[in-house]
């Protein structure tokens, strides 16, 4: 009976400390730049006793052609946008997960357990969600038409301006503009849209393409008066500088979702499952919406969101803005193949 007492409380004991034993070793992060709550990772660290390494990307192109070329053995945790999940399933290059090591796939809201890009979560669960618009500086915006007019219309202009470096990104504000849909797959739409991208780059106020998170650089430094961003960076922004505002161009523009997922070839797939299942868990999902200023899809996390966050319709966005709004969607290979086209002669001219 005693040495019985005795196994059951080592057996104890050893459940106590199996999450940082089974966890101990490294995690490899693949992710778009300035999206991950660094405290987050510390916690995870200390919790858990992985070591975490970060590496950063500027789009979901870059993200795949990595991955392509190599990555597929040396990163753990991807974060891809919807769009680019069909891509990422054909081409063999993520892992299905496994729930039953995703305890916390329950606070998820229903809605985003039946994305179309991945039903029933099979490859994937949702990480942030927002939109892509306009950063702009200036010290109110009294009298400033919210519209993509201020890159595309030279009589609208207020400044210097930076455009997103994406093909989808950037073809789909001109449609949006033009009064189409971001995805079209008009071939005379996406082309007038790419002659309206030539001509918009041939202005002296354009300053070229680049990322988010280079665009908004160039604005809160004065370089730029307005650049094409993400929400939430936008919104952080503002909290350093009154005068940097976020706006969500009436034509409408895009929404997304973005996910996290598991590369086909993760060296460390435990430790990756364990750190998807923290991210789902309510307290820490809402930090992550928190630090970002995106929606969660964590429905467990909405009550630990802050309240001014809740209520800021640049992240929870309603009425007529909503309506406006469109995901891009994987349009197939001929249309993906018309856009990638589009932007060859986009950037050559």
């Known amino acids: 009976m005693k040495k019985t007492a005795t196994l059951l409380l080592i057996a104890f004991c050893l459940a106590l400390t199996a999450p940082a034993a089974f966890a ?64 990422l399933k054909n081409k063999g290059l993520i892992q299905p997960l496994d ?13 985003f357990t039946a994305l179309k890009a991945d039903p029933g979560n099979v490859y994937s669960i949702p990480y942030q969600m927002g939109t892509s618009g306009l950063v702009v500086r200036r010290a109110d915006l009294a009298g400033l038409e919210p519209s993509w007019k201020i890159i595309f219309d030279p009589s609208s202009e207020i400044g210097s301006f930076v455009i997103f470096d994406t093909a989808r990104d950037a ?11 971001l995805n079209s797959t008009n071939k005379n739409e996406i082309e007038e849209a790419a002659r309206l991208l030539m001509a918009t780059k041939k ?69 990756a499952h364990l750190f998807i299942n923290y991210l789902l868990d309510a307290r820490v999902g809402a930090r992550l919406a928190a630090y970002n200023h ?18 800021n319709p ?24 018309v856009y990638d086209e589009a932007w060859t002669m986009i950037k050559a001219n």
């Open 24 to 87: 101990a070793g490294n995690l490899d992060i693949f992710i778009w730049s300035e999206y991950m709550d660094p405290e987050v990772i510390s916690d995870f660290k200390k919790t858990f006793g992985v070591n975490v390494r970060l590496d950063h990307y500027e789009s979901n192109e870059e993200m795949m052609a990595k991955l392509e070329s190599g990555g597929l053995g040396q990163y753990d945790i991807i974060v891809p946008s919807t769009y680019i999940m069909p891509s």
């Open 99 to 111: 729930h039953a090591k995703l305890p916390n796939l329950k606070n998820l809201g229903p809605a």
């Open 171 to 181: 073809l789909g504000a001109a449609l949006k503009y033009l009064g189409y849909s």
């Open 203 to 271: 202005r002296p106020s354009f300053l070229g393409f680049d990322g988010g998170v280079g665009g908004l650089n160039k604005v809160m430094s004065g370089i730029a008066a307005a650049a094409q961003v993400y929400n939430g960076e936008s919104i952080r922004a503002q909290e350093e500088d009154p005068e940097v505002h976020y706006i969500l161009p009436k034509e409408g523009g895009e929404v997304w979702i973005d996910l996290v997922a598991v590369p086909k070839n993760a060296p460390h797939a435990n430790e």
């Open 294 to 311: 995106y929606a969660t899809p964590n429905e467990a996390a909405r009550q630990f969101v802050p309240e001014a966050d809740l209520n």
């Open 314 to 337: 640049a992240i929870y966005p309603s009425g007529d803005l909503l309506d406006n709004l469109e995901y891009i969607e994987d349009l197939g290979a001929d249309n993906n193949a």
